[in-house]
């Protein structure tokens, strides 16, 4: 493998960082008619991305050659270890940068990155705390169309989900004013979907995977259109059991004028709850979406697009770190 091929590999991860967000919005209408699954892809992709950036940085650092830091013989045989197993057919570059730091940036990244999921996802348990908290001073459980929710005394159209081990379904007084008896039931349904499909859960994988990442484009557009879609999934699953006649009216009065959006709900970490008019917005997609769905056929090109470039990224991570892998598995032996 030449330089010229590490090139176009590192032009593919730049186009789909760059190109990514089109090609999702453009996938659009085919995955709202799967968004379960179209989340875990998303999710995916990222991966994907995320791991053939660090293996071909990992390979990068088999190419040059610049000042030792250990001495003798022992820097011989790592320079030739790395270099026999760099999938990089080409000379050594000679760098003023030694060959371990080159080697250490990935590692640092990745610790580095773990360090701001630990810290997101703390802050985000934090939060979850700091809402059941306020939720609870005025809350009382009970059973609502089959549903255990906490009702608040609050005259606000208020619905969301907490994760079930924390309050799960919570309901205001002024929703029960709002709607009527099948729209209860959709909106029930809808927010129990939540915590079903383990919304909560997939949330936050991807505040972990995104973090300071979301600086790239293809991260910040994931991590837009996964929340959209998850309430989309938990739409799918309302209108099954309570019809969409009762869904679709429901938004409708929740997404009126006077109805909450996320700044009437308690203040909370981004997806530490989740409820029908909240981060994911309405928009006329979604409630057309219950309507009408979209052709799917436009959308065919931008998903296959998407797919041929991460499962070309994934294979190419895949050939670039098997003989790492090997030669962490055998070893270098080191002349005595």
């Known amino acids: 493998m030449t330089l010229t091929l590490f090139a176009l590999l590192s032009l593919a991860l730049g186009l789909l960082a760059l190109a990514g967000p089109r090609l999702v919005r453009w996938s659009s209408p085919l995955l709202m008619r799967a968004p379960r699954l179209a989340s875990g892809l998303l999710l995916g992709a990222l991966a994907v991305w995320s791991t053939a950036a660090v293996v071909l940085s990992v390979a990068l650092a088999g190419l040059p050659s610049g000042p030792r830091l250990l001495a003798g013989s022992a820097a011989d045989v790592c320079q030739r270890c790395l270099a026999a197993a760099s999938p990089f057919s080409?000379?050594?570059?000679?760098?003023?940068?030694?060959?371990?730091?080159?080697?250490?940036?990935?590692l640092?990244?990745?610790?580095?990155?773990?360090?701001?999921?630990?810290?997101?996802?703390?802050?985000?348990?934090r939060s979850i705390r700091a809402v059941l908290a306020e939720v609870r001073t005025s809350a009382v459980r009970t059973v609502l169309a089959g549903h255990r929710v906490l009702l608040v005394p609050d005259p606000t159209p208020l619905a969301?989900?907490?994760?079930?081990?924390?309050?799960?379904?919570?309901?205001?007084?002024?929703?029960?004013?709002?709607?009527?008896?099948?729209?209860?039931?959709?909106?029930?349904?809808?927010?129990?979907?939540?915590?079903?499909?383990?919304?909560h859960a997939l949330l936050a994988v991807l505040e972990a995977m995104v973090g300071p990442l979301r600086v790239i484009p293809l991260f910040d557009a994931v991590a837009t259109t996964v929340p959209h879609l998850l309430e989309i999934a938990a739409?799918?699953?309302?209108?099954h059991r309570s019809g969409t006649p009762a869904l679709a009216s429901a938004l409708l009065i929740l997404g009126g004028s006077g109805a909450p959006g996320a700044s009437t709900a308690p203040a909370a970490a981004p997806g530490a709850l989740l409820h029908m008019t909240g981060s994911a917005g309405l928009g006329t997609d979604r409630i057309g979406h219950l309507v009408s769905p979209a052709a799917a056929r436009s959308a065919l090109v931008p998903v296959m697009t998407l797919s041929a470039l991460l499962a070309a990224l994934l294979g190419v991570a895949a050939a670039v770190i098997a003989p790492y892998a090997v030669l962490l598995w055998n070893g270098c032996p080191l002349p005595l």
Request: charged share 20%; glycine share 8%; hydrophobic share 50%.
């Open 90 to 106: 080409a000379a050594p570059v000679e760098l003023p940068v030694p060959m371990a730091a080159l080697l250490l940036l990935p």
């Open 235 to 239: 739409d799918d699953a309302s209108r």
């Open 160 to 199: 969301f989900a907490l994760p079930r081990r924390r309050g799960g379904i919570v309901v205001s007084h002024g929703l029960l004013d709002s709607l009527g008896a099948d729209e209860l039931s959709a909106v029930l349904e809808h927010e129990a979907a939540h915590l079903s499909q383990h919304h």
């Open 108 to 125: 640092v990244g990745t610790v580095l990155m773990g360090a701001a999921a630990a810290r997101g996802l703390l802050r985000r348990a």
